[in-house]
T-cell receptor, first 108, second 112 residues
Framework: SQELEQSPQSLIVQEGKNLTINCTSS?????LYWYKQKYGEGLIFLMM?????EEKSHEKITAKLDEKKQQSSLHITASQPSHAGIYLC????????FGAGTRLTVKP | DGGITQSPKYLFRKEGQNVTLSCEQN?????MYWYRQDPGQGLRLIYY???????QKGDIAEGYSVSREKKESFPLTVTSAQKNPTAFYLC???????????FGSGTQLSVL
């Protein structure tokens, strides 16, 4: 089955700083999803990437899928406390599998 | 409003007891999924269903059972064979196999 490795596992940043989260797949990605989770809640969809080299942005969050379609990055510009949570990447094969997640803390 | 509803929010299980977690969606989605999340870990797939009356095992199906008798419902039973059931359980649905997932708010299961 497809393995997804996320790095870092956790991240603590000062408010206003930029940060990047990475997701690496053991197989070619046919669809890569980024979700955000608040503790004890469900997952909220952020973005989906399908094409190699694709880049999407929403507010201060940008996600990219590399040309070889085996790695994706999520970049947050000028982080805010509202960005805090767990970020998970998910990949579609016959089902949806997820990475272990990156726990983001933003200090005011 | 369309969405996916999980109940209850919190559930307690006694030793040797089976418990059932409810998942209902009114999004008219064909595919539904159950995931387990342990503290500090990602989501692990338990079961998924792409169509009514059909479902497949995920990575950690042992000790769990599901049914898909109706399109909108995908209940998960945690049986007494599951020796470490304490976890956060998430249900999700999608329009099709390669579509984005919509998640419920989760059920926290604990053992008494």
């Amino acid at each position: 089955s497809q393995e997804l490795e996320q790095s870092p596992q956790s991240l603590i940043v000062q408010e206003g700083k930029n940060l990047t989260i990475n997701c690496t797949s053991s197989k070619t990605l046919y669809g890569l999803y980024w979700y955000k989770q608040k503790y004890g809640e469900g997952l909220i969809f952020l973005m989906m990437l399908q094409k190699g080299g694709e880049e999407k942005s929403h507010e201060k969050i940008t996600a990219k899928l590399d040309e070889k379609k085996q790695q994706s990055s999520l970049h947050i510009t000028a982080s805010q406390p509202s960005h805090a949570g767990i970020y998970l990447c998910g990949a579609v094969n016959n089902d949806m599998r997820f990475g272990a997640g990156t726990r983001l803390t933003v200090k005011p | 409003d369309g969405g996916i509803t999980q109940s209850p929010k919190y559930l307690f299980r006694k030793e040797g007891q089976n418990v059932t977690l409810s998942c209902e969606q009114n999004l008219n989605h064909d595919a539904m999924y159950w995931y387990r999340q342990d503290p500090g870990q990602g989501l692990r797939l338990i079961y998924y269903s792409q169509i009514v009356n059909d479902f497949q095992k995920g990575d950690i199906a042992e000790g769990y059972s599901v049914s898909r008798e109706k399109k909108e419902s995908f209940p998960l039973t945690v049986t007494s064979a599951q020796k470490n059931p304490t976890a956060f359980y998430l249900c999700a649905s999608s329009r099709g196999t390669y579509e984005k997932l919509f998640f419920g708010s989760g059920t926290q299961l604990s053992v008494l």
